[in-house]
C-alpha cells in the first residue's frame, strides 16, 4: 500500500485503528487514508456518515474504512498522477512552501 501523507510504498498486512507509516509515522486507519475520503463531500465522505471525523489525519473508530487503492494503483501503473485529485495537489504544492 501508499502512504497518503509521504506517498512512500509501504509493506502491511492489514491495517488496524492502531497502524501507522513506518517512514513518516502518520495513521494509517484515518479518513486521508480512505477510499471513501472526498474532500468536499458532505463531512468529506462519500459514505453515509452519522457523525463527521473531526480530524482526519488521525486514526478514527470508522466501520467504513477501506485502504485508499488509488493512491496504491496510481504507483503501480507508474502513471504521472499520484493517484490525488486536484485540491490535494493544491493543497499539497501549498503545504510544501511552507515545510508541511
Do not use: Q
Not at 501508499?2 to 486507519?29: G, N, Y
Request: charged letters at 30%; glycine letters at 8%.
Amino acid at each position: 500500500m501508499i502512504c497518503w501523507k509521504c506517498k512512500k510504498e509501504i509493506k502491511v498486512e492489514s491495517v488496524f485503528r492502531t497502524s501507522e507509516c513506518p517512514e513518516c509515522h502518520a495513521d494509517l486507519h484515518c479518513c486521508r487514508g480512505c477510499s471513501f475520503y472526498e474532500a468536499g463531500a458532505h463531512y468529506d465522505c462519500r459514505e453515509l456518515v452519522e457523525n463527521p471525523v473531526a480530524d482526519k489525519e488521525c486514526s478514527n473508530f470508522c466501520d467504513f474504512f477501506e485502504v485508499n487503492k488509488k493512491l496504491t494503483a496510481g504507483l503501480a501503473a507508474g502513471a504521472a498522477g499520484d493517484g490525488l485529485d486536484s485540491a490535494s495537489k493544491a493543497r499539497n504544492a501549498f503545504n510544501s512552501l511552507f515545510g508541511d
